[in-house]
């Protein structure tokens, strides 16, 4: 019962993050406090041509990358500068649905000294995550 719990937990957390691909729709992402992240992300679907948009400080390094079936986007501190950035990336669906999670790894979590290991003292915090399903 617990397990069945969790799972629709799960769900309509999903639910909540989920749009579908056809005409135009847009989700926002919550769960950034606490993150790189200075304002909400905002997925926005444009007849299946999907984007994310989102404002962080002018000196985070933002890159992205397809792994898997998730759109992962790296958010890197690099100092504070006072200003901020608006960025919009695109996402790329896999098998029907459009995945995305925020990495953010903060100088306290990493080595600049060493290229091997960028992560050092633990995984980075993946929030906040959304998804889009098209039927």
Do not use: C
């Not at 990358?65 to 950035?85: C, H, R």
């Amino acid at each position: 019962m617990k397990n069945f719990t969790l799972a629709l937990a799960l769900l309509l957390v999903m639910a909540s993050f989920t749009t579908n691909l056809t005409g135009t729709s847009s989700v926002v992402l919550s769960d950034y406090e606490g993150t790189l992240l200075e304002s909400a992300p905002i997925l926005e679907n444009n007849n299946g041509d999907v984007t994310v948009t989102f404002t962080v400080d002018e000196n985070v390094i933002v890159s992205s990358s397809l792994i898997g079936s998730s759109n992962e986007i790296f958010l890197v501190e690099n100092g504070d500068s006072q200003q901020s950035k608006t960025v919009t990336l695109g996402l790329h669906p896999v098998d029907g649905k459009v995945e995305t999670a925020f990495n953010n790894i903060y100088e306290n979590n990493y080595d600049v000294a060493t290229m091997d290991a960028l992560m050092t003292a633990k995984n980075p915090d993946r929030r906040p995550r959304g998804a889009i399903i098209w039927e």
